[in-house]
């Protein structure tokens, strides 16, 4: 679990939305933009991971950039971001458990093969009865 609410730089822009006249004159939109290759918080196989799983949010200079304008506050869209990103990092660092292959019992085969024949045997019964003349 990483918490990496030091290592977050803000950046402030007027945004659209709930807020009324003081959307017109308050930044309140917050892009927050964490270097991940100049972190402290992760490790190296870490941060390898977080930049392959976060690909689509690396912006091209290597940080990573979430953005928030839901709040009508700088300091509430501040609080939004820092926990998008949290949640972001901690849910790529977890790995998923291996699949393990099980085998299939034998009883589910022999089921499978005794439904295959009365289907076949249902389609059998549906053809025309061809009758041999001597």
Do not use: C, H
Not at 54 to 82: C, F, H, M, P, Y
Request: aromatic share 4%; hydrophobic share 35%.
């Amino acid at each position: 679990m990483i918490d990496i609410t030091y290592e977050i730089k803000f950046k402030t822009a007027r945004s659209g939305g709930k807020g009324g006249q003081n959307v017109n004159k308050v930044e309140t939109m917050v892009e927050g933009y964490w270097n991940i290759d100049a972190s402290t918080l992760a490790t190296g196989e870490q941060k390898a991971l977080l930049k392959e799983k976060l690909s689509n949010k690396i912006n091209a200079d290597g940080l990573l950039l979430v953005k928030s304008q839901t709040e009508r506050s700088q300091l509430g869209n501040k609080d939004v971001v820092v926990k998008k990103m949290n949640s972001l990092i901690n849910k790529a660092l977890i790995k998923p458990k291996a699949r393990k292959a099980t085998k299939i019992p034998k009883a589910v085969k022999e089921k499978r093969i005794d439904n295959k024949k009365k289907t076949g045997l249902t389609k059998d019964l549906r053809k025309k009865v061809k009758v041999d003349k001597f």
